[in-house]
């Protein structure tokens, strides 16, 4: 069964940074575009950037453009979200899922992680 999990969640204070990871298991992500999204509560789930799976390149939200930054280790089968300079508003529970096309479009993702919560709070 094709898994991802997301790992690296945690409280932080506004202003630190915190590292996500998207490990996948029984399948390689290396034609993949990886996509990671983040769903607040009370909130619809958004996109926040996403990495194509050639030639690595980026999209960012503009909410996130600045401070967060992806990056994949092929090797380890990972792809990582680095977020910096965290705010409040960033609390939210991240997910990590596969497309076929480097998008933000949700319904273009199969495979979802079971999300990691973030909390950024002094």
């Known amino acids: 069964q094709v898994q991802l999990v997301e790992s690296g969640g945690g409280l932080v204070q506004p202003g630190g940074s915190l590292r996500l990871s998207c490990a996948a298991s029984?399948?390689?992500?290396?034609?993949?575009?990886i996509g990671w999204f983040r769903q607040a509560p009370g909130k619809e789930r958004e996109g926040v950037l996403c990495?194509?799976?050639?030639?690595?390149?980026?999209y960012y939200a503009d909410s996130v453009k600045g401070r967060f930054t992806i990056s994949r280790d092929n090797a380890k089968n990972t792809v990582y979200l680095q977020m910096n300079s965290l705010k409040p508003e960033d609390t939210a529970v991240y997910y990590c899922?596969?497309?076929?096309?480097?998008?933000?479009?949700?319904?273009?993702?199969?495979?979802w992680g079971q999300g990691t919560q973030v909390t950024v709070s002094s």
């Open positions: 029984r399948f390689s992500l290396d034609y993949y575009a």
């Open positions: 990495i194509s799976s050639s030639d690595g390149s980026t």
């Open positions: 899922a596969t497309s076929t096309i480097v998008t933000m479009e949700m319904d273009e993702y199969d495979y």
